[in-house]
């Protein structure tokens, strides 16, 4: 079965035919198409989500699956059941795939390896894997520039607690862009530096093609790192004042959700050159063609 665990799995080849079906998908509009009728998808969201619950939702809808929602809350995990007999139990109903958001720690790619039959596709968790934003990203930074190979892309803010980091790392070097991280020295993930320099905060966006701007995950910190917003926004944020200073051609990319006002000015979030809405929409072809790739890794025992 095909599961998409994280970008790092992924070879070249696969996301080069993964980024071809989204451009397939979203150019096939609202054309009557649906592959998949008949089959079921389960989401399993046990962090909160709009972008990637929803637009998993329209794209499984789009491909004629039939959706489950899951309510953590009135499901039997509130009995104690864990996750791997949760879909063992969704496997016996004849559910076909499994779209999971959750918090640490990390146990999908083990879990991949104890089913049979389902198929388990990661939607985001803990602060390690978010691999359908990270293809989204990549196709989007396709669309604008056409070649992604010798792009500087600035991930700056809080890179420690970053899942969207984390994947987009791995595809964006596949893709021979340069990564570049930068944000509060509270916030640096020292492992990551092996693979992508540190820059001074004026450095990144000086360089960059794409500044993309990460929330601070205040959920995930224990004390509280900054006294306000504004002093966050002065020191480290995307203000109007360092958009003037990113290259004339550079474009403003945010995984969403955005906090206006922290770590991207209000007015920036829909500019001209904010690439924030459309990396929302073009999550709906891309996790067309997940879900198309991972209904086609093989048939159900
Ligand atoms: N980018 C992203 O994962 O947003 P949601 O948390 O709203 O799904």
Same mark, same amino acid.
Do not use: Q
């Given at each position: 079965l095909h599961h998409l665990?994280?970008?790092?799995? %992924?070879?070249r080849e696969e996301i080069d035919h993964l980024l071809e079906r989204a451009r397939y998908w979203e150019g096939k509009g609202e054309a009557e198409e649906s592959p998949f009728r008949g089959r079921f998808a389960a989401n399993l969201f046990f962090e909160p989500s709009t972008r990637t619950r929803f637009s998993f939702e329209v794209a499984e809808r789009r491909l004629g699956m039939e959706v489950l929602r899951f309510e953590e809350g009135t499901s039997s995990t509130v009995k104690g059941e864990s996750l791997l007999d949760t879909l063992r139990t969704l496997e016996a109903l004849g559910v076909d795939v499994a779209v999971i958001r959750r918090g640490a720690p990390d146990i999908l790619g083990e879990l991949a390896r104890r089913i049979r039959d389902i198929r388990l596709v990661n939607a985001g968790e803990g602060c390690t894997a978010h691999p359908t934003q990270a293809l989204l990203d990549l196709y989007t930074l396709q669309k604008h520039?056409? !070649?992604?190979?010798?792009l500087t892309v600035a991930m700056i803010g809080? %890179?420690?607690?970053s899942r969207v980091v984390r994947s987009n790392l791995w595809s964006l070097k596949t893709f021979g862009a340069r990564v570049i991280l930068s944000g509060p020295e509270s916030m640096r993930?020292?492992?990551?530096e092996e693979y992508a320099p540190y820059v001074p905060l004026e450095e990144a966006i000086r360089q960059a093609d794409a500044v993309m701007m990460l929330r601070v995950q205040l959920e995930r910190?224990? !004390?509280? %790192?900054?006294?306000?917003a504004e002093e966050y926004h002065r020191a480290y944020g995307l203000t109007v004042e360092r958009f003037a200073r990113m290259s004339p051609h550079a474009v403003i990319m945010h995984p969403g959700p955005v906090n206006r006002g922290v770590e991207?000015?209000? !007015? %920036?979030?829909?500019?001209?050159?904010?690439k924030i809405f459309e990396q929302m929409a073009c999550g709906v072809p891309v996790r067309m063609a997940v879900l198309e790739w991972a209904m086609e890794g093989g048939e159900r025992g």
């Open positions: 665990i994280d970008t790092k799995d %992924l070879s520039f056409g !070649e992604v190979k010798g809080d %890179l420690r607690h993930a020292p492992e990551l910190h224990r !004390e509280a %790192l900054f006294s306000s991207i000015a209000d !007015e %920036l979030v829909e500019h001209p050159r904010s």
